[in-house]
């Protein structure tokens, strides 16, 4: 296990409020705090959404551009990557910030239930979400929820609507989506190489999945994801205090599996990226 492992941080969300978790950072200069906390712990991309003045989630490209300045501020090099999901907007309102020209975007390929609504994604918005992508040369992470949303990633970038390397992050433990289940992650890692090739992968779990999904990436050879967006606890009688301690236990599995910690070089090569300015 020579290839070193990129941590993203997720570092708020759209969901989790600080009644949930005090350590939830809402504003965006709490935001650059926690992300500059992870940083330092570990994370080499930071997964993000804003907030507005009453916590919500928002697509606002004003709110991004300040928060996307301030990580390069203060974590130099760290690859931001905003969200395009759709719990902060609708319709074209989801990729406002893409003129902003961030090092990745993430970009969801499919519609899938989510525990009280349909997540949906119909295919003109994805095709514009990536057209996007494509013009401001951002990289788009890969967002599946489902095994068809490989094939559609797949599809996509056979017809160039993915650039370079694709990067493709499973998410499992949503409830009425994608358990978490070894035998179909594992199916998912071999549906990946065979429709992609030995393309970077990675895998994001919900809850008390986060964990468990670090241990299955780590020693599977792909890439991890953490942080408050998934996961507001360290285990179910303590709140994780930062993101960064979530950032330190995702380093502490790669440590006892002998898997190197990506440095912001390492990420930026195994993910096709420019360097920083």
Not at 73 to 101: D, F, K, N
């Amino acid at each position: 296990m020579t290839t070193p492992c990129i941590i993203c941080v997720a570092i708020t969300g759209s969901v989790p409020t600080k009644a949930d978790n005090p350590a939830v950072p809402i504003s965006v200069s709490e935001q650059i705090e926690s992300a500059h906390e992870a940083f330092e712990a570990g994370a080499t991309i930071a997964h993000c959404h804003v907030r507005d003045d009453d916590g919500k989630p928002t697509s606002d490209p004003t709110r991004f551009a300040n928060l996307k300045q301030g990580i390069e501020t203060h974590c130099p090099g760290m690859i931001v990557q905003l969200s395009t999901g759709g719990r902060s907007g609708a319709g074209l309102a989801r990729g406002g910030m893409l003129p902003l020209a961030p090092d990745m975007a993430s970009l969801s390929v499919g519609s899938n239930n989510f525990p009280t609504r349909v997540y949906e994604n119909p295919p003109e918005l994805i095709d514009w979400l990536a057209s996007e992508m494509v013009k401001y040369d951002v990289k788009p992470e890969i967002e599946a929820f489902d095994l068809s949303h490989i094939f559609r990633a797949a599809d996509m970038y056979r017809n160039g609507q993915i650039k370079d390397t694709p990067y493709v992050q499973f998410v499992m433990g949503v409830k009425n989506a994608m358990p978490v289940d070894r035998e179909v992650f594992d199916f998912y890692v071999h549906t990946v190489q065979r429709l992609l090739g030995d393309v970077p992968w990675c895998a994001a779990g919900i809850g008390a999945n986060q964990i468990v999904l670090n241990e299955w990436s780590v020693t599977a050879g792909g890439h991890v994801r953490t942080g408050l967006e998934d996961n507001v606890r360290l285990d179910r009688d303590t709140l994780a205090p930062t993101n960064a301690a979530l950032v330190k236990r995702a380093v502490e599995v790669c440590n006892r599996h002998s898997r190197p910690v990506a440095t912001v070089a390492d990420a930026r090569s195994i993910l096709g990226l420019r360097k920083a300015a």
